[in-house]
């Protein structure tokens, strides 16, 4: 677990693919000292800017003119996990003289890093019993897990379990899927008696994997379907090289309000043996 606590953790948001990516879905992108600045205009509420992990944030005596010079209304700044937090306080502080800031995360402020450099039985035993009687029972369960390269086959999986939100929930991602694969994505698929029920979309940058979209359906839950699909990801990780695996988003008990419908997934990811991370937030959360 030390083994990674200090390595920096390399985020999607400031890379050129995801900046196509974002503005494939409407927005704008523009650049400050190499930052990526996203702008657009939602209707009654003016320009809403987000700026998005940036190492390091960005001068503000360039950016206030900048954002004045595009009318900007709105402002979200989302720190990479090494910025100082008394350093972000103060800086949100001075935007907020000029600019309405938008306290709601857009991206999850706590995430569980799980080091995949081990050998894999030992990345195994630092499971809890639970999963790793899950991985056992999958097994015995006759599910299986394949590489794929359909990303229709993980939309239409992950709809499935997210009910009717299934199609807020994969919104451009096959966009995202187009820009990134193969060599910064791929998908997981879980069977049981050839029948599809769980997938994960894994998503790779600078010795980071991405646990970027998953979904099971009822059938794929009771067979531990998902349990096993994290455990081949962790193990597809580390044959990739990576260093660690991200699991992206859990429920941050800082901002009691956002993301609580975060807290049965948040108990899921937990069991594989990571370890909590924390990104600065607006102390107004």
């Known amino acids: 677990m030390g083994a990674i606590k200090n390595k920096k953790i390399m985020e999607l948001q400031q890379t050129s693919l995801y900046k196509q990516y974002i503005e494939q879905l409407g927005w704008t992108v523009l650049t400050l000292d190499g930052v990526n600045i996203f702008m657009k205009r939602i209707p009654f509420l003016g320009v809403l800017v987000k700026i998005q992990r940036p190492d390091p944030l960005p001068y503000l005596p360039k950016l206030i003119p900048f954002l004045k ?131 994960i979309l894994l998503l790779f940058h600078e010795h980071t994997a991405f646990y970027w979209i998953a979904g099971a359906t009822k059938e794929g839950k009771k067979c531990f379907a998902p349990t096993l699909l994290v455990w081949e990801a962790l193990k597809l990780a580390k044959k990739r090289k990576c260093r660690q695996f991200d699991f992206v988003g859990v429920y941050d008990q800082r901002s009691q309000k956002q993301f609580t419908s975060w807290k049965g997934f948040t108990k899921f990811k937990e069991g594989f043996g990571g370890y909590e991370v924390y990104y600065p937030i607006n102390s107004s959360h």
């Open 69 to 199: 010079k595009y009318h900007a209304k709105r402002i979200i700044v989302e720190p990479t996990v090494d910025t100082d937090p008394a350093l972000f306080q103060t800086y949100v502080k001075s935007l907020s003289k000029f600019f309405i800031i938008h306290n709601e995360s857009f991206l999850p402020t706590k995430t569980i890093l799980v080091d995949v450099t081990p050998e894999e039985n030992k990345i195994f035993q630092k499971f809890t019993e639970a999963k790793r009687r899950a991985v056992r029972r999958a097994t015995k369960l006759n599910i299986t897990v394949k590489e794929s390269d359909s990303i229709a086959d993980l939309i239409s999986i992950k709809t499935k379990s997210a009910g009717m939100f299934g199609g807020i929930t994969t919104y451009g991602i096959d966009r995202l899927w187009k820009l990134l694969y193969p060599k910064q994505a791929t998908i997981l698929l879980g069977y049981h008696q050839s029948q599809m029920v769980g997938g």
